[in-house]
């Protein structure tokens, strides 16, 4: 039901924009998150989306990269987004997309995830 999408292969300070397309359900009242996992590394929270409300949606970054990602979501095309750039050869990992009906969280308690899409930066 979430299916992540471009990934790849790119030089360290370049860019990628990773997307997460649900389908058989509307995810627009449901917190998103993206969380990837490095080789031998724990999966580790990356950003986060509230819905979008009276304010709009409020976003949550981990320090690591935070002021090089951008998670954005359109509920019209039940897509989110994850503008990656100043790409750095430690955001090396598989990244996931995941949706939860509760609030938002850093940590991986979601009730939905994606396959996966692997990011590859080269030094």
């Known amino acids: 039901q979430l299916v992540e999408s471009g990934g790849g292969l790119v030089q360290a300070g370049g860019s990628l924009r990773l997307s997460c397309a649900a389908s058989?359900?509307?995810?627009?009242?449901?917190?998103m998150g993206w969380f990837r996992q490095a080789p031998g590394k724990e999966r580790e929270f990356v950003a986060a989306?509230?819905?979008?409300?009276?304010?709009?949606?409020?976003?949550y970054y981990a320090d690591s990269v935070k002021g090089r990602f951008t998670i954005s979501r359109d509920n019209v095309k039940n897509t989110v987004y994850l503008q990656m750039n100043s790409l750095k050869s430690e955001d090396t990992a598989v990244y996931y997309c995941?949706?939860?009906?509760?609030?938002?969280?850093?940590?991986?308690?979601?009730?939905?995830w994606g396959q996966g899409t692997q990011v590859t930066v080269s030094s």
């Open positions: 995941a949706a939860r009906s509760g609030l938002v969280s850093t940590s991986p308690v979601y009730d939905y």
């Open positions: 058989g359900h509307t995810f627009n009242n449901y917190a």
């Open positions: 989306i509230t819905p979008i409300g009276g304010i709009g949606a409020i976003t």
